[in-house]
């Protein structure tokens, strides 16, 4: 799959295209829209499935150093005014203010990252590590292609901030919505 392909396919999920034509007048730093939206889309494009099924939330990653809680909730509240007629659940993070939560919330050390993509890199599995950008070029991060996504097969990102525990629960759900998926087992999980 060419990343033309690939961007071609993602817009196949109306609320894909709803982010990625509405985001990019925010001005959000290092913004992307990452992971389950686009490698689910694609798998829902592979399976013959509605291009929104099974898709939980949309993810939207931005890069800003301004890490106080404030300064993210008014971005969350001001990306949520532009998206709030979609139909679904919006997640916007500051990836610059993550690493200020992130153990508490899964119990695994995460250190401070210094852009959006150094985020997307640590995503569980490697088929998850994708991205497309949201400065209004819409370009592909993919930093180990697409074979995993488009094969349909989920494995461990050996460079992620792993959690066998987190894995195995998200690789389950996504099995149980696309039994087409290979799931490779964690070590020891």
């Known amino acids: 799959m060419t990343e033309a392909d690939f961007i071609a396919c993602i817009r196949q999920n109306p609320i894909n295209a709803a982010i990625l034509d509405g985001v990019p007048d925010l001005g959000l730093p290092d913004a992307w829209l990452v992971s389950g939206s686009l490698f689910q889309t694609v798998w829902n494009h592979l399976t013959g499935r509605a291009p929104d099924h099974g898709i939980k939330d949309y993810d939207i990653f931005y890069f800003d150093p301004d890490t106080s809680y404030e300064a993210e909730d008014a971005q969350i509240r001001r990306v949520g005014q532009v998206l709030a007629d979609l139909d679904a659940e919006i997640e916007l993070r500051n990836q610059a203010r993550v690493h ?3 153990e508490d919330h899964f119990g ?3 250190p401070p990252l210094r852009s ?6 640590r995503f569980l599995a490697v088929a998850c590590k994708v991205g497309v950008s949201l400065d209004g070029k819409e370009r592909l991060y993919a930093p180990d292609g697409l074979d995993d996504l488009t094969g349909m ?6 460079s992620g901030n792993f959690s066998a525990e987190h894995y195995t ?5 996504w099995h149980a919505m696309w039994p087409e998926v290979h799931v490779v087992p964690a070590a020891g999980g």
Request: charge should be positive; hydrophobic fraction near 25%.
């Open 108 to 110: 695994v050390d995460y």
């Open 153 to 158: 097969r989920v494995r461990p990102n050996p």
């Open 169 to 173: 629960s998200k690789s389950a759900r």
């Open 116 to 121: 959006s993509c150094e985020g997307i890199d």
């Open 100 to 102: 200020l939560w992130y």
